[in-house]
C-alpha cells in the first residue's frame, strides 16, 4: 500500500508515519523538516505551491491523509486569520483537488467544532456545530469542502479528534505547559475552573484508528476520542503523581475560545473499525515525560539534513 501523509512532520503526523511504514511505502509532505523514519520518502513542499513531487504523490496513492494545518485555537498573532485560511482552508482545496475522486480521503478536522458539549451528554457527529474562534471556523470550512466532494461521489472521511496527548506534543498544550511548569517547580497555570474536563486520546492510539479508518474506506464523519472525560484537576494530579513532586495551580480566566467541556461520542468509530480508543493517563504522562528529552535531537538532526 503507497500512502501519502500530509503535514507529516507535525505532532500526529509523525507518529501515522511510524505506524503506516510498518505496513508499507509512505510519502511524507511537509514544508517543515521531517525526522528520518524507514519505509519513508520525505517531501519538503508547500501544499499550495503545487510541487510536482506532491501532485505526483497525490495522484498516485493508494489512501491519502490530510493533516497539514494551522494549529492553536489561542494563536494570538496578527496574522492568524490568513494563516488559517491559507493553511486549513486553501491547503485542503488543493489537496481535494489532487487526490482523484476514488482515492481513499482522510482528512482530519477538530473537535473544536463543536463548541464543547451540552449538558453531560457526548458530541455527536450529527450535532449543530458551535464553532468559538476563528480556529474551529476555519475547520468547519474545511469540513463543508469535504462534504461537497462526497456530495459529488468522492471518497472522503473526516476526522475529529478531540484532545491527543503524548510524546512530541506542541509546547503550548497544557499538558506539555504543565509538565514544564512542574520541572522548573513553578505553578501550573489553569485556565478557567479546574472542573473543566476533556476527552484525551493517546496519539500512539490516534495513529493506529487513522490507519484503520483509512483501510476501511468508510465515508462520512467520525469523532475520534475515548468517551471518557477528565477534569483539569485530575490532569494535574496525574502530573504530579508521575513527576513525583508537588505542585501548585494557579487559576487565570479562560477565553472564549476554551470551551468547559469536551467528551466524544465514539459509536461511529466503533461501528467502522471495531474499536475504541481508551487512555492511560498516568502512562501517556510518563512516556511524553521522556519524549520531551529526546525529540529536539531527532528534529535537530531532520534540520541538519535539510541545510544544502
Known amino acids: 500500500m503507497v500512502a501519502v501523509v500530509t503535514g507529516a512532520a507535525g505532532f500526529i503526523g509523525r507518529t501515522l508515519v511510524r505506524a503506516l511504514a510498518e505496513r508499507g511505502e509512505v510519502l511524507g509532505v511537509d514544508r517543515l523538516p521531517q525526522p528520518p523514519t524507514p519505509g519513508l520518502t520525505r517531501i519538503t513542499a508547500d501544499l499550495l505551491d503545487a510541487d510536482p513531487a506532491v501532485l505526483r504523490a497525490l495522484a498516485g496513492a493508494e489512501v491519502v491523509y490530510h493533516l497539514a494545518g494551522c ?27 489532487a487526490v482523484p475522486p476514488d482515492t ?8 473544536s467544532v463543536y463548541g464543547g458539549t451540552v449538558g453531560p451528554r457526548p458530541s455527536c457527529e450529527s450535532d ?8 474551529a471556523r476555519s475547520k468547519v470550512r474545511t469540513e463543508q469542502l469535504c462534504d461537497a466532494r462526497a456530495q459529488a461521489g468522492g471518497s472522503v472521511t473526516v476526522v475529529r479528534p478531540f484532545t491527543v496527548a503524548g510524546a512530541g506534543q506542541r509546547p503550548g498544550m497544557a499538558l506539555a505547559r504543565w509538565i514544564a511548569a512542574a520541572r522548573a517547580g513553578e505553578p ?3 485556565f478557567g ?17 487513522l490507519v484503520d479508518l483509512g483501510g476501511c474506506g468508510t465515508g462520512g464523519t467520525v469523532n ?3 468517551g471518557v472525560g477528565h477534569t483539569l484537576t485530575e490532569l494535574v494530579d496525574a502530573v504530579s503523581r508521575v513527576l513525583g513532586v508537588p505542585v ?8 472564549h475560545v476554551e470551551v468547559s467541556h469536551t467528551l466524544a461520542d465514539t459509536r461511529a468509530l466503533r461501528r467502522a473499525i471495531g474499536w475504541v480508543p481508551s487512555t492511560d493517563l498516568d502512562d501517556l504522562l510518563a512516556r511524553q515525560l521522556s519524549g520531551l528529552d529526546a525529540l529536539p535531537s531527532a528534529l535537530e538532526a531532520a534540520a541538519l539534513e535539510a541545510v544544502p
Do not use: C, K, M
Open 71 to 97: 494549529p492553536d485555537v489561542r494563536d494570538r498573532r496578527p496574522d492568524a486569520t490568513l494563516r488559517r485560511y491559507r493553511d486549513n482552508v486553501l491547503a485542503t482545496a488543493a489537496v481535494l483537488t
Open 104 to 111: 481513499r480521503l482522510v482528512v482530519t478536522s477538530s473537535s
Open 128 to 135: 449543530r456545530l458551535r464553532p468559538r474562534g476563528g480556529y
Open 188 to 190: 501550573l497555570t489553569v
Open 193 to 209: 475552573s479546574p472542573a473543566r474536563s476533556r476527552d484525551i486520546t493517546d496519539v500512539r492510539q490516534v495513529a493506529a484508528a
Open 224 to 226: 475520534l476520542g475515548t
Open 248 to 255: 501548585r495551580r494557579s487559576v487565570t480566566r479562560a477565553e
